[in-house]
């Protein structure tokens, strides 16, 4: 018997408690802290046009009823810029579009605007 016990004082402490270890999965110990980002911000690309739309056609005064019942907003039409030197301008028709959500239930219209060096800058629309 003291041929044994002499053998086991022989294996060092850290081997023998090496099976009394407790082990992490791989998984558990590569997984990070979660982190949400806030979504930034759009940034709205300005479209600079070196004069003023033309006036809305006739039919852009003409508001279709809506297509189907629910909570649906008409968002006007407008003018896009588009350089071309035949059709500078081109007329994009309003439509009906479900608002994003009961908080942003109000469309507001983009706008063309004259800037201090005399260009037009397009404002796009935006929910609000």
């Known amino acids: 018997m003291s041929r044994n ?8 402490a ?12 791989a998984q558990q110990a590569q997984q990070q802290p979660t982190v949400i980002i806030a979504p930034q911000p759009r ?11 033309p006036p ?7 508001v279709p ?7 649906v907003v008409w968002q006007p039409g407008f003018w896009t ?4 030197s035949d059709q500078p301008w081109t007329w994009v028709d ?4 479900t608002p994003p959500s009961a908080t942003q239930a109000a469309w507001i219209p ?10 037009w800058a397009w404002t796009p629309g935006h929910w609000q």
Do not use: F, K
């Open 5 to 12: 016990h002499g053998l086991l004082a022989a294996i060092p």
């Open 14 to 25: 850290a081997l023998m408690l090496a099976g009394c270890v407790a082990t992490v999965p």
């Open 43 to 53: 940034v709205a690309v300005t479209t600079l046009a070196p004069t003023a739309p």
């Open 56 to 62: 809305p056609p006739p039919q852009a005064a003409l």
């Open 65 to 71: 009823p809506p297509p189907r019942e629910g909570d």
């Open 81 to 84: 810029y588009t350089g071309a």
């Open 94 to 97: 309003g439509r009906y579009v």
């Open 110 to 119: 983009g706008q063309w605007r004259e800037n201090a060096s005399g260009h």
